[in-house]
């Protein structure tokens, strides 16, 4: 059986104000970290290595951090050739003593690496200069699609539905909401666009739906409602084909900009009137293989806020 690690101190100190920092690449790395919302915890643990006749630990190893959505820890390292020996000899020794732990040693150059493996997404020079702050991060979009997909199959137990997406921001949001939802589900997409210079919101269908929803339980769901106006021609031109109900999922909600007075049924979250990016959602096309909600940055994009298309 795995012996059972020290819990160090508890409990562990989780933001920059409360560790103590023994190095400044810790801190950077805390801060890395904070940038991309995945929650750490600095030396909370302390691993005993190896103990004397008497029960006494006489080498132990604590890793660097704890990143307690991806349960592992992390150990950071210099090139410093006599220390990496070292860090290595201990990890092995960890690693026969405690199986079931998983630690990594990293390499400053490796930071980013590491949370793009994970599905954390990090940002390369380029995207650096736009993206401001990471608003939702990939395990907060994750967590929050779970409960709406409960919600969802909650309220629709017993029936059919289909749900409708907007292209093309709604992409990342479709593939994973509809995982959540434990109800017999199809799927439909439509492609729309705004009239050049048309500030009403109305829309032209670009690309329609290939199902009949006549008599159908439809929902929209749609990346980000902002002023509210290209939802609401588009629930206009839907409730014509006479669906038998009709309601909207957004993932984001940035209702200070709200122009038309609509109902949304379900929302991940309600944004600040900022322009975001990632998780299907672009600036000029880009940005959408970000996995987690960021804003950018107003000199980056220069009063261009908002007038990006679907
Ligand atoms: P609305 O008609 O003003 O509600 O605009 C909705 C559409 O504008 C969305 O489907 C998005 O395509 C786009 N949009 C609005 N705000 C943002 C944003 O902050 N980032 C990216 N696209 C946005």
Avoid at 167 to 194: E, W, Y
Avoid at 295 to 300: F, G, N, P, W
């Amino acid at each position: 059986m795995t012996p059972r690690p020290f819990e160090a101190r508890s409990p562990a100190p989780s933001t920059i104000e409360e560790a103590r920092f023994a190095h400044e690449s810790e801190e950077e790395f805390a801060r890395l970290l904070d940038f991309y919302g995945v929650r750490w915890q600095y030396e909370p643990r302390t691993f005993p290595l190896q103990r004397g006749d008497d029960g006494r630990i006489l080498e132990a190893f604590s890793p660097d951090f704890y990143l307690v959505d991806l349960n592992i820890y992390v150990e950071l390292t210099t090139l410093k050739q006599g220390l990496v020996t070292d860090k290595h000899r201990k990890l092995r020794r960890m690693r026969e003593i405690y199986p079931d732990v998983e630690v990594k040693l990293l390499y400053k150059r490796d930071y980013l690496s590491l949370l793009t493996k994970y599905g954390i997404g990090a940002v390369n020079e380029q995207e650096q200069m736009v993206v401001r702050e990471v608003l939702y991060s990939a395990t907060e979009i994750e967590r929050r699609l779970g409960e709406l997909g409960s919600e969802i199959a909650r309220a629709y137990a017993g029936r059919e539905l289909l749900l409708v997406g907007v292209l093309k921001g709604v992409t990342c949001f479709m593939a994973d909401l509809m995982r959540h939802i434990a109800l017999p589900v199809s799927i439909d997409f439509m492609t729309i666009s705004s009239y050049e210079g048309d500030r009403t919101g109305a829309v032209r269908v670009v690309q329609d739906l290939t199902e009949n929803i006549a008599g159908r339980h439809v929902l929209i769901v749609e990346d980000i409602v902002d002023t509210g106006m290209t939802l609401n021609h588009l629930m206009k031109q839907l409730r014509t084909r006479e669906p038998a109900s009709l309601a909207v999922c957004a993932l984001l909600d940035k209702r200070a900009r709200r122009l038309v007075d609509l109902p949304l049924d379900y929302v991940g979250f309600e944004v600040p009137d900022e322009f975001v990016v990632g998780y299907g959602l672009d600036y000029r096309q880009r940005f959408r293989n970000l996995p987690f909600v960021a804003t950018v940055r107003a000199e980056a994009i220069s009063g261009e806020a908002g007038a990006e298309q679907a």
